[in-house]
């Protein structure tokens, strides 16, 4: 394990321009939105950005994640093309789907990214899959499976968490809890405190950290990566932390107050991490401002080049059913 | 059946809740549970102020676990209430196939009729609001395909209330599976509990030339054809069967016996889909004689669903896209 990523200048920089970079792109997302520029659905993960970035900081490239339906952060922080993902957010031919997926499927095997999905919990047996391909095969890769508190209580949760406690399976289970699943928050969804108490039913390792620290998420799974990658097996890591926005663009917030939003927007997981690094002489203030401006530019690069990108082919709507043998 | 009170125009989402709320109100046994029906009011703004109404002892939020909010639902069933379940989207009807498919079709066949499951599982259903693969499915001829479920495809704001009504009436397990492109539609809707029965087709609109057979969206999809369709002197008839299971192939035979012509129009990809048990009961009866052309089946691609706008249009048959097929029946006879 190596040092916290908020003491090293080059690590901190990158942590920094990640997690600005999903802010931006994610405030893109919903303007374009707002606009009736963007079809479909999103959901956004504004105020989650520390937990994607330390996460995906503690992996290697040839490492794997599994993310989920507010999947935009994990993919960027492991290192998404911004301007295919936002091509495909935008229909377009050039996006990482073809158009085909949008928000909720995206997935890039050059980064490890094994997908987003619509389907709460539905990467969690995915996961183990993978790391058991690895595991099998001798690898010493790692999986990273990202979901929410939400999915925490899907049946899929429980046997796929099981088998990777059995088998040993190198994957780390990161449960970003956001005190919601949609409308309905963990304080009625579940009995116990933390998510993480849950890990002793499987006899894995469980610790919850603050979620919105990027330098606590960091170590935390950097333990959990260690372990994974040395064959001791799986440990649940539980990030507290909120979602600014609604679920998705159809949420009135009538299940939250106005207080406690207010709340969390105080406790912004960037602008902690800047103080933190330049009260730590790590990163200059004109260091953290050029950070912020390469991260709107980046964004606006993306919007432009995925505009202008030709939109999605209708005609061949049947060519990717099946894969050719 | 029919309008025996008294008729307004209100929403498919305001007749779904009606039902339910006027079903709560005559039977404590009624309960809804399902993932944010509470204070959001539902994903599509279904249950809206029943919460409020109802308290959440009877509007149960629950967390997101689909296998066992059914299996919840059949138990307690079994125990003598009558569930409805809320599955936010159909397409979540996969995590809990194994209460849906293997205990509640069954429960009443294995058990020798000792015990029945009458409960009501609600989803919506089919594509046409950009939520990609896993959102927009249409899986109702798998539930079809399940001896032990009544499957009910309400197309109308007037049967999105009846048929609910005798959905919860009904002892046994029943799967309705609602269009999220119709829940903001409005009709004529009795004010009064009036049930539609389960297992009897709507003829829509008789027309001389053609018959179509439609469910779900295609039913208002296959009217506005029919429109422009009688502007070339096509006269079209619209069948809406309602119920897949049981189904009134009654209607059927005899309109078709008389037009001569079947085109059978359905969201779901075409492949083993319901429509092909349509076209089996023709070929199988003496309907086959009386046809002056091959039936027809004109059904969404053999694909899942996409994100973007114009390929999800082009996925699943379209106003024009019935036109063309029955402008095309008429001249091959
Ligand atoms: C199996 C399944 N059930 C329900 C949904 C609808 N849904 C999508 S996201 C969501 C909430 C998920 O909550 P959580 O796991 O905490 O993730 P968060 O949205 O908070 O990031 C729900 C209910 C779904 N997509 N899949
Ligand atoms: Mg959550």
Redesign the interface.
């Known amino acids: 394990m190596s040092t916290s990523p908020g003491t090293d200048h080059d690590t901190a920089r990158h942590a920094l321009l990640t997690m600005w970079t999903i802010r931006r792109f994610e405030e893109a997302v919903d303007d374009l939105f707002a606009r009736g520029l963007m079809?479909?659905?999103m959901h956004l993960s504004i105020g989650q950005e520390a937990s994607a970035t330390g996460a995906c900081l503690a992996l290697r490239t040839d490492d794997a994640i599994t993310s989920t339906h507010r999947g935009h952060g994990h993919c960027i922080a492991k290192g998404a093309d911004l301007t295919r993902m936002m091509a495909?957010l935008l229909?377009k031919e050039t996006g990482y789907?073809r158009?085909?997926?949008?928000?909720?499927?995206i997935a890039d095997t050059a980064t490890g990214n094994l997908g987003a999905?619509?389907?709460?919990?539905?990467g969690i047996p995915i996961a183990a899959g993978a790391a058991l391909a690895y595991q099998m095969r001798g690898e010493d890769r790692v999986v990273a499976c990202f979901f929410g508190d939400?999915?925490a209580?899907?049946?899929?949760f429980h046997e796929a968490v099981n088998l990777a406690a059995i088998w040993k399976l190198p994957v780390v289970f990161i449960c970003e809890n956001n005190k919601y699943?949609?409308?309905?928050s963990t304080e009625?969804?579940?009995a116990i405190e933390n998510i993480s108490e849950r890990a002793a039913g499987y006899g894995i390792p469980g610790v919850t950290v603050d979620g919105n620290d990027l330098d606590a998420v960091y170590d935390a799974v950097s333990t959990a990566v260690a372990r994974a990658r040395a064959g001791d097996g799986p440990t649940l890591v539980e990030n507290l932390t909120y979602r600014w926005k609604g679920h998705s663009k159809?949420?009135?917030n009538?299940?939250r107050t106005k207080e406690e939003i207010a709340d969390w927007r105080s406790r912004d997981p960037i602008l902690r991490f800047e103080a933190q690094i330049k009260e730590a002489g790590v990163l200059t203030d004109e260091e953290v401002q050029a950070v912020r401006t390469q991260a709107m530019e980046q964004m606006r690069d993306a919007v432009r080049q995925a505009n202008a990108a030709p939109?999605?082919d209708?005609s061949d709507?049947?060519d990717?059913?099946f894969a050719r043998a | 059946m029919t309008t025996a009170g008294t008729d307004r125009v209100i929403t498919y989402s305001e007749a779904v809740r009606e039902a339910i709320g006027q079903a709560m109100e005559a039977d404590d046994r009624v309960f809804m549970l399902g993932?944010?029906i509470?204070?959001?009011?539902g994903?599509f703004g279904v249950s809206g102020d029943l919460y409020h109404r109802f308290g959440g002892d009877r509007i149960r939020?629950?967390?997101?676990?689909?296998?066992?909010i059914v299996g919840a639902a059949v138990g307690a069933a079994l125990a003598g209430m009558r569930p409805i379940v809320e599955i936010q989207f159909s397409?979540?009807t996969n995590?809990a196939m194994d209460q849906i498919v293997n205990q509640a079709a069954k429960i009443h066949y294995m058990l020798g009729g000792a015990m029945s499951v009458p409960m009501v599982l609600r989803a919506p259903l089919g594509s046409g609001?950009?939520?990609?693969?896993?959102?927009s499915q249409s899986l109702e001829a798998w539930f079809a395909h399940v001896p032990g479920l009544k499957v009910v495809m309400p197309a109308t704001a007037a049967d999105a209330k009846g048929l609910l009504l005798s959905a919860i009436d009904d002892p046994n397990p029943v799967i309705v599976l609602e269009h999220k492109l119709l829940y903001r539609t409005s009709g004529p809707v009795p004010e009064e509990a009036v049930r539609v029965p389960l297992g009897k087709s709507a003829i829509r609109r008789r027309g001389e030339h053609l018959t179509v057979v439609a469910t779900g969206v295609m039913v208002s999809r296959s009217l506005e054809a029919a429109e422009i369709l009688a502007q070339d002197g096509i006269d079209i008839s619209v069948i809406d069967p309602r119920t897949l299971t049981p189904l009134d192939d009654a209607p059927i035979h005899e309109d078709v016996s008389r037009t001569g012509r079947a085109l059978l129009v359905q969201e779901a990809p075409g492949h083993v889909g319901f429509t092909a048990e349509l076209s089996a009961r023709i070929a199988e009866s003496p309907t086959i004689y009386r046809l002056l052309a091959p039936v027809r089946r004109l059904s969404g691609?053999?694909?899942?669903i996409?994100?973007?706008?114009?390929?999800e249009?082009?996925?699943v048959p379209q106003v024009e896209d019935i036109v063309e097929a029955a402008t095309k029946l008429m001249k091959e006879s």
Do not use: W
């Open positions: 079809h479909g659905t495909e229909a789907c158009g085909r997926g949008g928000s909720m499927h999905n619509g389907i709460v919990a539905g939400g999915a209580n899907e049946g899929a699943g949609m409308s309905f009625k969804s579940m159809s949420d009135k009538l299940y939109d999605a209708p709507l049947l990717a059913v | 993932e944010d509470g204070v959001y009011g994903a939020d629950t967390p997101i676990s689909e296998l066992g397409d979540f995590q609001t950009g939520a990609a693969a896993q959102h691609l053999d694909a899942p996409p994100y973007a706008p114009q390929l249009r082009a996925s």
